[in-house]
């Protein structure tokens, strides 16, 4: 029933910035955690970033210090702001939100992943 909408992928130079969003089209319960991740050509996909409903944040080592996630609960919208982007960060970054379905299980829900891709 819960779908996953991403947006505001695209291309930019080194040093730009990009802001992700993912907001969700149906309704959805009791979130556990909201995420982003990539998934770079030949690599597996990996974690970027993860929020709580409380606002507890955790970064990959990487994206630290540039990349901040937040989220607006009202809107069931989860967002990545992306500064001082390098050539690595180009993937295909996916939202991933696990939450209670409509059996009260724990499930995790995927966008359909935008790309980003960095570069002159």
């Known amino acids: 029933q819960v779908q996953l909408v991403e947006s505001g992928g695209g291309w930019v130079q080194p040093g730009g910035s990009l802001r992700l969003s993912c907001a969700a089209s149906?309704?959805?319960?009791?979130?556990?955690?909201m995420a982003w991740y990539r998934q770079a050509p030949g690599k597996q996909r990996e974690l970027v970033a993860a929020?709580?409903?409380?606002?507890?944040?955790n970064y990959a080592d990487s994206v630290k210090g540039r990349f901040t996630i937040s989220r607006d609960g009202a809107k069931n919208t989860v967002y990545l702001q992306m500064n001082s982007l390098k050539p690595e960060d180009t993937a295909v970054y996916y939202c991933?939100?696990?939450?209670?379905?409509?059996?009260?299980?724990?499930?995790?829900?995927w966008g359909q992943g935008t790309q980003v891709t960095v570069s002159s």
């Open positions: 991933n939100v696990v939450a209670r379905n409509e059996r009260q299980v724990p499930y995790a829900y």
């Open positions: 929020i709580t409903p409380g606002g507890t944040t």
């Open positions: 149906g309704s959805i319960f009791s979130i556990y955690i």
